[in-house]
C-alpha cells in the first residue's frame, strides 16, 4: 500500500506524531512516504519538501522582491494583514494556499493520502476538488473544523464557538472566522472519500459537532511512541546526568513555545509558594525563559532536547512530570512519561482525560494555581502508591506505535474498500 502523509513542517508536535506513524508503518513494510512544506529536521526516512512557488509577478513585482520592499509570497502577506491587530491566542491558519497538491508525483503515486497539519500546505479548493483517492485526516487541533483558529484559549471565543458561525459578528476576526467556514463547507459539500481521525476523544467531540467535519466519519486513534527509546532509566544515573542532586524531590516540565498555554505563568506561582516549605528541584526542558525560571535556584535547564533516547533519561530523572497545558488535542509527552514509567500531573484537557488514571497520575479537577499546588503536594504526600513498571505496561499496551500503526493500516484498508 503506497501512504503518503501530508503535514506543513517536520518539527513540533503534530510532525513528531507524524514522522512516528510514518516510520512506524515504513518497519511494517509499507510505502510511506511524507511531504512537507519547509525542512528543518535531518535523517527522517523518505521525507520529501513540496518546494514553494512564488506567484507570478510582472517585471515590477520582481524589483520590489529584489530591492526587499516586499515578499514574493504577497498571498500569505495578505492573509496577515486581513488578521492584524486581531488578538489570535495560540495560531490561526487559512483554508487557502499557493500550492496544488494533486500536482505532485508522491500524490499520483499514493493510494492513501493521510492529511496531518496542513498550514499553508494544503489549499482546500484545489486539493478536494481534483481529489480523487481516499483521505483519512488525522486532527492535531481545532483548525481543520473551525475558520481559521488553532484553539480558542487566549482569545475571547469558546470551543463551542468554533465549531459553528458566529452569529451577529462585529469584528474583522469574526467575519473572517465567518468567511472561512463558508469556503470549508462549500469545498467539503460533495466530498465522499474524507475520514476524520481523532486522537483524543475530547476532540472528537468537537469535531463531530461541527459544520464542516461533523457529517463524516470519525475514529479513535491515540498518537503513539517508540517504547524502546521510552523507557526508564536508573534515577541517580539521570539525575547526574542533568546535575541534579540525587534525594531531591524533582519534577520535570517541557515546553518549546506558547508558555501561557502551556501553563508556566501557573507554574511559577506554584513555585514560589511551595519554595519555603518544600525541597525540590524542577528539570525545565525547551525553549524556556531563563531569567524567568532562573530566580529559582531549584530549576535546572537542559535547553531543546531532540533525541528521544536522550528524553527518556529527562523523564527517568523524575519523580514526577508537571504538564500544566491549558488545551491539548492529545499531549504526547504525557504518554512518553508514562512509557519511562513516571507519574503525571496534567490539567483536564485532551488526552489527559483519558489517559490519566489514580494509577498512572493526578488530574488536576480545573485550571488554576491552587488546583495545580494541591495537586503537587497530594502527590508527594501519596508517592509510594506509584509504580513504575506498572505505569509503564499500561503505556505499552495503550501507545506502541507498531500496535497504532496496524490500527491505521485496518483503516486504511477499510476506506480502501469503500472507494
Not at 128 to 145: E, G
Not at 176 to 185: A, D, S
Request: proline share 5%; aromatic share 10%; net charge neutral.
Amino acid at each position: 500500500m503506497n501512504i503518503l502523509h501530508i503535514n506543513s513542517m517536520d518539527v513540533g508536535g503534530a510532525a513528531i506524531a507524524v514522522i512516528r506513524l510514518h516510520e512506524g508503518l515504513l518497519a511494517q513494510g509499507q510505502n510511506s512516504n511524507l511531504l512537507v512544506r519547509s525542512e528543518r529536521r535531518l535523517g527522517i526516512p523518505k521525507k520529501y519538501i513540496f518546494s514553494e512557488k512564488p506567484e507570478q509577478l510582472d517585471f515590477w513585482e520582481k524589483m520590489k522582491i529584489k530591492l526587499r520592499l516586499r515578499s514574493p509570497h504577497s498571498f500569505y502577506d495578505r492573509q496577515g494583514l486581513a488578521l492584524e491587530g486581531e488578538n489570535l491566542g495560540y495560531g490561526f491558519s487559512f483554508p487557502q494556499s499557493l500550492h496544488d497538491i494533486t500536482q505532485h508525483e508522491l500524490y499520483h503515486k499514493a493510494d492513501i493520502i493521510h492529511l496531518h497539519w496542513i498550514g499553508k500546505l494544503l489549499d482546500f479548493e484545489s486539493f478536494f476538488q481534483k481529489n480523487t483517492k481516499p483521505v483519512v485526516w488525522t486532527l492535531h487541533d481545532f483548525n481543520p473544523f473551525s475558520g481559521g483558529l488553532h484553539y480558542p484559549i487566549g482569545t475571547t471565543y469558546t470551543s463551542e464557538h468554533l465549531l459553528d458561525f458566529i452569529p451577529n459578528p462585529t469584528s474583522k476576526l469574526d467575519f473572517l472566522l465567518n468567511e472561512n467556514l463558508k469556503i470549508k463547507i462549500k469545498v467539503l459539500e460533495k466530498v465522499q472519500n474524507l475520514t476524520v481521525v481523532a486522537t483524543s476523544q475530547y476532540l472528537k467531540n468537537f469535531s463531530e459537532k461541527s459544520i464542516v467535519l461533523g457529517k463524516f466519519p470519525h475514529h479513535l486513534i491515540s498518537l503513539g511512541l517508540d517504547i524502546s527509546h521510552f523507557k526508564p532509566h536508573d534515577k541517580v544515573f539521570c539525575r547526574n546526568l542533568f546535575g541534579l542532586e540525587p534525594q531531591k524531590r524533582t519534577f520535570v516540565f517541557s515546553a518549546t513555545n506558547s508558555l501561557i498555554y502551556k501553563g508556566l505563568p501557573l507554574l511559577l506561582e506554584v513555585l514560589e509558594r511551595i519554595k519555603p516549605r518544600m525541597d525540590f528541584q524542577l528539570l525545565a526542558v525547551g525553549l524556556l525563559d531563563r531569567e524567568l525560571l532562573g530566580r529559582f535556584p531549584e530549576v535546572r535547564f537542559t535547553g531543546m532536547v531532540h533525541d528521544e533516547k536522550l528524553m527518556a533519561m529527562v523523564y527517568s530523572a523524575a519523580d514526577l512530570f508537571v504538564n500544566p497545558s491549558m488545551q491539548e488535542a492529545f499531549g504526547q509527552t504525557t504518554i512518553e512519561a508514562l512509557a519511562c514509567g513516571v507519574p503525571v500531573l496534567a490539567f483536564p484537557t485532551g488526552g489527559a482525560l483519558e489517559v490519566i488514571t489514580p494509577e498512572n497520575g493526578i488530574l488536576c479537577p480545573d485550571f488554576s494555581w491552587q488546583s495545580l499546588e494541591k495537586a503537587l503536594w497530594q502527590f508527594f504526600e501519596t508517592q509510594n502508591r506509584f509504580h513504575s513498571d506498572s505505569i509503564r505496561q499500561k503505556a505499552i499496551e495503550a501507545f506502541d506505535i507498531q500496535a497504532i500503526s496496524q490500527k491505521y493500516l485496518n483503516l486504511y484498508e477499510k476506506v480502501q474498500n469503500l472507494g
